[in-house]
């Protein structure tokens, strides 16, 4: 039986449209990005881009601010990271049980991550309020001094983090719920037969089983949590004194308050590069967990 040009390239051909798509929606932006990373230019109409080759970088690979920047987001982000996994995991079992209104308690719970970050961000500026905010009633109300949650240089990026554990936190535990969906039911029942305890049954048996999972969230949530922008500039805008300024925020600075649209795309690619560095070494120990198994 003899088949035509298009039956032979029929996996091609449906796949055409998905890769020009991806070409045209992630390629073309990084190439320009690319590209603008090579010139000096501030988005004038009048004044046409200059080439500078990798002056850009090295401006940036020499300014103290560049490296505190990534420092805070670092300071940000690994912190948010573990809370939010140990937290979420511990929320995952425990509400991996049902119990009356276990579905309300779960539904409830999500409510935070489903919301606009601008909208988070501006309820929680409102609860670090120093003079009537929630969070220095609650410190009066324990005869306990208040605190300047935002205005604080040691004390913002601290604040920022309890945000995000706030918001972030049931992503991780509905990711682990869906985990512990799939456990088979045989390790638990010899478990049983051997008298382990609950905390034994965890530790030696769910958590192993769980660890693909678990890894499986923290890499979706680290790649989100270094390029988080919405939330802090909402609440602080990289304040005070640069103390919350993030990579995403220097970003935003470079390019749309000094209208360096140069510096800002080199130091973009810089920021692309540096998640690409924790996304490898997070599969690598993915595969090398699988590997183990």
């Given at each position: 039986?003899?088949?035509?040009?298009?039956?032979?390239?029929?996996?091609?051909?449906?796949?055409?449209?998905?890769?020009?798509?991806?070409?045209?929606?992630?390629?073309?932006?990084?190439?320009?990005?690319?590209?603008?990373?090579?010139?000096?230019?501030?988005?004038?109409?009048?004044?046409?881009?200059?080439?500078?080759?990798?002056?850009?970088?090295?401006?940036?690979?020499?300014?103290?601010?560049?490296?505190?920047?990534?420092?805070?987001?670092?300071?940000?982000?690994?912190?948010?990271?573990?809370?939010?996994?140990?937290?979420?995991?511990?929320?995952?079992?425990l509400?991996?049980?049902?119990?009356?209104?276990?579905?309300?308690?779960?539904?409830?719970?999500?409510?935070?991550?489903?919301?606009?970050?601008?909208?988070?961000?501006?309820?929680?500026?409102l609860?670090?309020?120093?003079?009537?905010?929630?969070?220095?009633?609650?410190?009066?109300?324990?005869?306990?001094?208040?605190?300047?949650?935002?205005?604080?240089?040691?004390?913002?990026?601290?604040?920022?983090?309890?945000?995000?554990?706030?918001?972030?936190?049931?992503?991780?535990?509905?990711?682990?719920?869906?985990?512990?969906?799939?456990?088979?039911?045989?390790?638990?029942?010899?478990?049983?037969?051997?008298?382990?305890?609950?905390i034994?049954?965890?530790?030696?048996i769910?958590?192993?089983?769980?660890?693909?999972?678990?890894?499986?969230?923290?890499?979706?949530?680290?790649?989100?949590?270094?390029?988080?922008?919405?939330?802090?500039y909402?609440?602080?805008q990289?304040?005070?004194?640069?103390?919350?300024?993030?990579?995403?925020?220097?970003?935003?600075t470079?390019?749309?308050?000094?209208?360096?649209?140069?510096?800002?795309?080199?130091?973009?690619?810089?920021?692309?590069?540096i998640?690409?560095?924790?996304?490898?070494?997070?599969?690598?120990?993915?595969?090398?967990?699988?590997?183990?198994?």
């Open positions: 039986m003899s088949y035509g040009w298009m039956d032979r390239n029929l996996k091609w051909i449906f796949t055409l449209p998905a890769a020009l798509f991806v070409l045209l929606v992630v390629a073309f932006p990084i190439a320009y990005t690319v590209r603008i990373s090579f010139y000096e230019w501030s988005m004038s109409a009048v004044t046409a881009p200059k080439w500078v080759g990798l002056e850009n970088y090295s401006v940036l690979l020499a300014d103290p601010r560049f490296w505190g920047s990534i420092l805070r987001t670092l300071y940000h982000s690994v912190p948010s990271i573990v809370i939010e996994t140990v937290l979420g995991v511990a929320i995952a079992v509400f991996s049980r049902s119990f009356i209104g276990s579905k309300w308690v779960k539904s409830f719970l999500m409510l935070p991550m489903v919301a606009t970050p601008v909208a988070i961000g501006l309820v929680w500026l609860i670090y309020e120093p003079s009537i905010g929630l969070a220095n009633q609650m410190l009066r109300g324990l005869g306990l001094k208040t605190y300047s949650w935002l205005g604080s240089v040691d004390g913002v990026i601290p604040s920022l983090i309890i945000i995000d554990v706030w918001q972030w936190t049931p992503m991780i535990a509905l990711l682990v719920m869906a985990g512990l969906t799939t456990l088979p039911s045989e390790p638990y029942e010899s478990a049983d037969v051997d008298g382990a305890t609950s034994q049954k965890f530790f030696h769910t958590l192993p089983l769980l660890k693909p999972t678990i890894l499986i969230a923290v890499i979706l949530r680290t790649v989100d949590l270094l390029k988080t922008f919405d939330t802090i909402s609440t602080t990289g304040g005070p004194n640069f103390a919350s300024e993030t990579l995403n925020i220097m970003v935003y470079q390019a749309f308050q000094y209208l360096k649209l140069g510096s800002a795309s080199a130091l973009l690619m810089l920021f692309f590069m998640i690409m560095v924790f996304v490898l070494i997070l599969v690598m120990v993915k595969k090398r967990m699988e590997a183990a198994q």
